[in-house]
Every structure is written in C-alpha cells, then in structure tokens.
C-alpha cells in the first residue's frame, strides 16, 4: 500500500495509511510503530499511532524531513523479514452491574443476559487511546446492543467503568464527566501513575471482556490492592 | 535543601518543564511551559539546564516566600514582579533572601511570567517530567499553603543579566509562520487564500490548550471532519465554523478536525505572550526553511548557554561578549 508522508510542522510528520476504519489498515500502522522503534532512527523524540495514520515528533537538529523520509521508507520496504511479535488479547474482568444495563437490554429489546452475552462474546481491537490518558477506542460491537448516548452526561463517572455510546464501547480509565451508557465495571486499573507502566493498554493490541460475578470482582480488587494480581492475556493472529 | 511557601496561588501558577514525551500515544499531552524561550533564558541565568522546571506565572501572579536564601530570575511577560513590595528587573539573577516574598503588581505587558530557581525544583518526575497537566492532574500541582522544595545553588553569587538584544519583544499583532499541512488539501483555493491574506484576532476562549480566533471564514471543500489523527503544540485545526484553533502546551494528543498547517515553534513563543484582542497574520514559508529557522533558533539558546550559563566566571563572560563583537 501507497503510504503519504505530510508535514506535522517543522518537528513532526504525519505518515497516512489508507483512509479508513479497519483492523487491517490499523494492524500495518502498529507493525510500522513497532519496526520504527526497533531501528532507533536518531532524532525520533515520540510517536502517536492512530486509526490508520502514525505521527512521527522528531529533532531536527538530528534529523532532517527528506532524511527521516528515506529512512522510514527503508525500513517500510524490510518490514515482511522483520520479526514483529503478534498483537495480544488483555483480558478485562467486568462486573455487569451497571446502572444502564437493563435500558440497554429494553432499547434493544433483549434479555440482559444476552446483552452481557453479547457484549463478552468479541476480541475487540485497541485503535488508539486518546481523549484522557489511557482511554481506548475500541471498535467492533455488535450493533444488535448498540444504544444512543445520555442526553445529559453525568458530572462522575467512577474509573473503571464499562459503557456504551452508540456503536461503540469503552472503559473510563479514571473518573470522569460523561455521556456513556454504564453497563459494568472492571476492577482492572486502566491508568495508574503509581505503577512502572502506568498504563494497561496499548493500540493495536486487542481486549476481551470476561463476566465476573461480584465475588470474584471483590477477589481481584484485593488481589490488585496487594499488588499481586496477574493481568490474563493471550497471543492472536494479525487480521 | 531550601523552600518556598506558596502564600497565594494566584490565578493559574504551575510547575513546568519543556514537556512529557513518550507518552502521547496512550492519550497524555506534552503540556510543558507555553513561551518556551523565556523558560529557558530564566533558568540560563540561574546556571540551570535549560530542561529544569520553573514556576509558569499565568497573568494574575502568586504570591511566594522564602524560607530560604536562594538565587531566581524572572523573564517572560512582564507582571511586574516585586520582592517585600519593591520592584525588582526582569531578565535577570537575582539573590533574594529566608523571608523575602516575591509577589506580582499585575500585568504590564504580556501574558506569562517564568521564575527559576538556581539549582531547580525539587518535585517528583512523573512520566520523565515534572510538567503539571491539569486536566488529569499529573504532575505536582501548585496550591495554597504548598511548600516546594528548592535543590539549592551550586553558587554562592550570581550575577547575570542577559544583553538587551535577547529580551523577547511582546506585540499585540504579529505575523505567524505556517508550514502547510497535513490537510490542506481539504481547503478550497479561496479558503486557503482567506487564511493567509487575513489577520485573525485572539478571542477570550483561549487557554493553555488553545487559542481560539476569528476573522474570514476558511472554507473546506467538503467536510471539515477526518478519522481522528495525531495532533500538536502548533496545529491550526478548522473546524466546520471555518474559525482557526491553533494548539498550545496542553493540546490533546489526536483530533478529528481538519489540520491547514502547524505555526512553527519560535512563533509559538510570541503567541504565548499574545493577549485576546491581539491580532495575527499568517505567512506560509515552506518546511525546508522552518528547519532551518528552528536549528538556528535552538543553536543560538546553545551560545546563550555559553555566554550566560555554565561555571564561567564573569570575566570570562565578558571576555565571551568582546568576542561575539568581533
């Protein structure tokens, strides 16, 4: 695929994929990070990984645009003898117990089983994180649970949190102000400066979400507390 | 170890650095001082590395005593700093001593004052920097009562003051440089053609994240939406209104707006000082020169650093300057 680079200023650089929303366009953009950081082109000072474009922030005292160009370029071309390690599933434990779980059940006419059903069934893929730190965007839910927004957000949203806003779905990864349809909650911290990385998620990785009743939610809270607690993940193929 | 007390926080007074990088792809913004020239001249003169965080004084200052006897200096915009009431220079080191309180009579000129401390603050590294972002609250944040610590000067005297020629010169109307890109393609000719032949005014709805202006409508061809991207200080986003927003320290990492060019760094720095009211016109210059433009800028805060900073004594300082003339 044809990628186009554009000017982010005179520091940084826009690498588009093609335009659109699919885990294929975003699984090249992760591959490209990943093959990037593995080079160590001198120079790169930070990199956001989007949908289906890569920003580069570089120096360039230490590199210039046509220069950081050529080298992306080269390596782009070597990435099919590269070994990059395949995306993960991170499981998220979640107690559904949310406060709009049944509207979302009676919006779409289901059970709230199967709302629960549904929505613990899909792997879905990390796109990017934005918005607040850690917040992911995930992509792929099923339209047969999908429901509108609230009207009026509400002024707290406890981290931690599993929601809904249209066709997507998401976790709040600290307390926030919001507008999502809450049908859960996962003791899982999803960013805490506190720890090594303070951060759980990464794009281009994938998350799945597992029913816990609220035993074993209090479970892995004290777990967590105690700083024990093992994260579950898997190893996937690239779509 | 020395200390200050915060007595006042005044309106908007944070501890920032030149930014966190390396984080922006889980959704944390750089944030980082706004007029990062200043910054870095105030800690040149307190014989800092220009990296250390200082105390960003935004419009209405603090009000801040010592506790112990320390080497500052004050640049940036002027908010007329006073030491136990008197007015005291700018752009210049200064001894102050255990008691003295550093207050700000108001605002003169500019927006943003910048105070270093000789041997930097002593606050925690979050994320490899000790930039305050509000809006999650990482970073040490500034508040009444607070007590910051201070590492201490490696001098017992300091006697600095920068040369005329390098104090920023603070307008209310400026030109701003722009690299085209990454979506000007999205603009009709004529809406291009607004953005550089305009002047825009700063309107009040501009903060730490972004200034917001207005003036002639900047026209897309159709629609003024794109599948969120990479976003940074600099980005001039139009939005469907058609009214530029050009991002400051606190930008968010990615935004779904139409991006026509990014202002280019050493603009940014008179931006920051710029008021609401104030107006700016916008210059395309093509990339090759903004490299150039921003090595050059960064190589000269390097000679600063020679002339200003360092462990040199004051004759060789002046022996420095007497080269640089001829």
């Known amino acids: ?239 | 170890m020395g200390k200050i007390k915060i007595i006042n926080k005044g309106l908007l007074t944070l501890v920032e650095d030149l930014g966190r990088y390396g984080y922006q792809k889980f959704g944390v913004p750089v944030s980082g001082v706004m007029d990062e020239y200043s910054h870095k001249i105030a800690n040149i003169l307190v014989d800092n590395d220009i990296s250390e965080a200082t105390i960003e004084v935004n419009m209405l200052g603090p009000k801040i005593q010592f506790l112990s006897n320390e080497i500052i200096s004050i640049t940036g915009g002027n908010l007329q700093p006073l030491i136990n009431n008197e007015h005291i220079e700018m752009w210049k080191s200064k001894k102050v001593s255990d008691g003295d309180i550093l207050s700000f009579k108001g605002m003169k000129n500019g927006m943003r004052s910048y105070i270093a401390f000789s041997g930097g603050l002593n606050v925690k590294k979050v994320m490899q920097s000790k930039s305050f972002y509000s809006r999650a609250g990482i970073g040490t944040e500034i508040v009444n009562g607070k007590i910051i610590e201070i590492n201490g000067s490696k001098k017992n005297y300091l006697n600095n003051k920068i040369d005329e020629s390098y104090i920023s010169e603070i307008t209310d109307r400026t030109n701003l440089r722009v690299v085209l890109g990454p979506q000007n393609d999205y603009f009709t000719g004529k809406g291009i053609e607004n953005f550089f032949n305009n002047s825009y005014e700063i309107t009040n709805n501009s903060d730490r994240m972004g200034y917001r202006l207005k003036g002639e409508k900047i026209e897309h061809k159709k629609r003024a939406d794109i599948i969120s991207d990479g976003l940074g200080k600099g980005a001039v986003q139009i939005p469907g209104t058609g009214q530029p927003i050009i991002m400051m320290s606190d930008s968010q990492t990615t935004g779904g707006y139409t991006k026509i060019g990014y202002v280019i760094k050493k603009d940014l720095d008179k931006l920051a000082q710029m008021k609401p009211g104030g107006k700016v016109r916008f210059n395309q210059i093509p990339i090759s020169e903004a490299q150039k433009i921003y090595v050059e800028y960064l190589k000269e805060i390097e000679k600063l650093e020679k002339i200003y900073g360092s462990n040199k004594s004051f004759f060789e300082n002046v022996l420095d300057k007497i080269k640089k003339i001829f």
């Open chain 1, 1 to 239: 695929m044809e990628l186009k680079y554009l000017p982010s200023g005179e520091d940084g650089l826009l690498i588009q994929f093609e335009k659109k929303i699919s885990e294929k366009v975003n699984q090249q953009v992760r591959k490209l990070e990943i093959a990037l950081k593995k080079s160590n082109i001198p120079g790169i000072t930070d990199m956001i990984s989007t949908y289906c474009s890569l920003k580069i922030d570089y120096n360039p005292m230490k590199i210039s645009y046509k220069k950081l160009i050529d080298k992306i370029k080269e390596i782009k071309n070597n990435i099919s003898n590269m070994d990059i390690d395949k995306p993960f599933v991170i499981e998220i434990p979640t107690l559904y117990n949310g406060i709009d779980l049944e509207f979302v059940a009676e919006y779409n006419n289901i059970t709230i089983d199967e709302v629960i059903y549904i929505h613990s069934s899909k792997e879905y893929l990390i796109y990017m994180l934005g918005f607040t730190p850690g917040f992911p965007y995930l992509g792929g839910m099923s339209e047969k649970i999908s429901t509108p927004r609230l009207e009026n957000p509400r002024s707290k949203i406890q981290g931690g949190s599993v929601g809904i806003a249209g066709l997507q779905t998401g976790i709040y990864p600290v307390d926030t102000p919001g507008g999502w349809r809450i049908i859960g909650k996962t003791p899982l911290k999803l960013f805490d400066t506190g720890r090594e990385n303070p951060f759980l998620l990464e794009s281009g990785n994938y998350l799945k979400f597992i029913s816990i009743n609220k035993k074993e939610y209090e479970k892995i809270e004290e777990k967590i507390k105690n700083n024990n607690y093992e994260i579950k993940k898997y190893y996937r193929d690239f779509e």
